[in-house]
């Protein structure tokens, strides 16, 4: 399923800093349940657990301070306790439901759980509370069906107004049967299923709610600390390379298809006559005025391959140094990223950077606990990944020491504003020669994928340490909009002479700040 996207892998190749070791001395990763084989859960010689339960997870849940509720791929959705010991010795599980349509999400809300099926999105109830679903009842339903394989929907999560969001994949190549279920009379002539590629929020009184549109593999989504909504698209056709949106009533992102419902009843989309194709992104903005850039691109390979989960950290420090930010899982990869955001004349854009490798599949699904933990979600079938095993249940902890980071990476008019987690040291930090940058963007286009295009070096002229030495000011000549600006900053060190553990950090700079 979810490298909703790589076809096939016969190579994986990895910016050095991200094959570095180190990582575990700060996050440590603990196996509440992996699978005991790589073998993938489709092959001739699979085998399960010896509780027959393969926990290839499509969902999670917190429900209490002991127990986490788990979907999994194949219809299930079960609920574990002593998930947080350590070692995790005597994990129990208790089937909650089943019967369920390859759930991809799962919430719980209001003491009950919800799930995006393929056709609905599904409210479970125990009304008897022995810890059994008594009633699968439809919260909301309306979206097309054709029968592709690629028809993912995933789902919900809620952001600060108590909306819950879905979001759905795109079908590809359809034909057949399949055409029979495709949206009459469908815009510029597309053919998908209806509401295929958007993102759709159910409102507190009960209203399906289309809002935005032109997602291709949108398999992550979560609420920033304001309480904003943003998805993960993967690398694709007319998607250049994975990328973290904001979504908001009215906005197109990529994916032209996506289109075919522009004028069904409720769409907040309209007046698109002509989707071009083959420009550099800068350009193609200029001319398809609906379309919006990312908030954030992620460079293919530098920074993963095939962008899953968004998890906002709010634990107030319980998890290191980056409360507030965004993580987003990778799944080809089986790692996790972070990512900085900023607004800028009232837009999302930001940073990204490397976090954590070395899990033991592909991370599709991430959860907080309630000690700061993090729980990780794997299963890779389908798709290729890294890792050891083809699924499982893991969770990442904060050692207590607090890594040497770029913490964030600010927009100025002149270039940028660094901050790290520990002092540096002023003299390699106000050394120019620490640090290198190249700017790029991509073609916006109908084929798949797109190599980095218009690639300049920008010139990074002064590095002014700050009185505190946890900021540096860098002065740049050759910024520009809508592009990439790749930082490499190995010549830093901190106090102690220590470099950076990550020093790459990738901003797409959609808008340069005003001066003041």
């Known amino acids: ?42 092959s001739k010689n699979w085998k399960p657990a010896p509780d027959g ?63 995006a099926q393929r056709s609905e999105l599904t409210r479970l109830r125990d009304v008897d509370g022995d810890d059994v679903a008594d009633e699968y009842l439809t919260a909301a339903k309306g979206w097309g069906v054709t029968g592709h394989y690629h028809e993912y929907a995933y789902g919900p999560k809620m952001d600060g107004d108590g909306n819950l969001w879905i979001t759905l994949n795109i079908g590809l190549g359809l034909k057949d049967d399949q055409l029979k279920r495709i949206v009459p ?3 510029l002539g597309y053919r998908q299923g209806r509401w295929r590629g958007w993102g759709m929020k159910l409102t507190p009184a009960g209203e399906l709610v289309p809002v935005c549109a032109g997602m291709r593999s949108p398999s992550g989504l979560g609420a920033n600390a304001a309480g904003d909504m943003f998805y993960t698209d993967q690398q694709g056709n007319w998607v250049a390379t994975n990328s973290l949106h904001h979504m908001r009533p009215g906005a197109f992102f990529h994916h032209a298809e996506a289109l075919a419902s522009m004028n069904e009843p409720g769409s907040t989309i309209d007046g698109v006559e002509k989707v071009p194709s083959g420009l550099p992104l800068p ?15 992620f460079p293919y390979k530098k920074m993963g391959q095939s962008a899953t989960d968004i998890m906002l950290d709010q634990s ?51 959860i907080q606990g309630s000690d700061g933990s993090v729980f990780v979600g794997l299963t890779n079938r389908g798709w290729s990944s890294l890792g050891r095993a ?13 890594p040497f980071e770029i913490k964030e990476m600010r927009a100025q008019p002149d270039g940028f504003e660094l901050t790290f987690t520990q002092p540096v040291d002023p003299e390699s930090a106000g050394d120019v020669d620490s640090y290198r940058m190249l700017s790029y963007t991509y073609l916006y286009h109908a084929t798949y994928g797109s190599d980095e295009i218009q690639t300049k070096t920008p010139s990074i002229v002064a590095a002014e340490v700050s009185e505190d030495r946890k900021r540096v000011r860098l002065s740049v000549d050759g910024l520009r909009p809508h592009f990439v600006h790749e930082l490499n900053a190995d010549g830093v060190r901190n106090e102690s002479g220590q470099p950076l553990l990550h020093p790459e950090a990738y901003y797409t700079l959609n808008r340069i700040p005003a001066r003041e």
């Open 316 to 366: 107030g420090g319980k998890f290191g140094p980056f409360a507030g930010q965004l993580f987003v899982g990778e799944f080809t990869q089986a790692g996790i990223n972070r990512v900085f955001l900023e607004k800028v004349d009232g837009e999302y854009q930001g940073a990204c950077f490397p976090f954590r490798l070395g899990f033991a599949s592909a991370v599709l699904r991430m």
């Open 283 to 297: 350009k193609a903005l200029q001319q398809f005025k609906q379309l919006r850039p990312p908030a954030v691109w």
């Open 1 to 42: 399923m979810i490298r909703i996207l790589i076809l096939a892998l016969t190579t994986l190749t990895f910016p050095l800093s991200m094959a570095r070791g180190g990582e575990e001395e700060y996050y440590r990763l603990i196996d509440v349940s992996v699978a005991k084989a790589a073998t993938d859960s489709r």
């Open 185 to 187: 009379n469908a815009a």
């Open 390 to 402: 083809s699924y499982g249940l893991q969770r990442l902890v904060w050692t207590g020491k607090t």
């Open 53 to 115: 339960l393969a926990l290839e997870v499509g969902g999670l849940a917190l429900l209490d301070d002991s127990r986490l509720a788990v979907a999994i791929r194949k219809g299930e959705v079960w609920i574990l306790d002593g998930v947080y010991d350590d070692p995790p010795n005597n994990v129990s599980f208790k089937r909650f439901a089943t019967a369920l349509h390859e759930p991809l999400g799962l919430l719980y809300h209001k003491g009950d759980l919800y799930t």
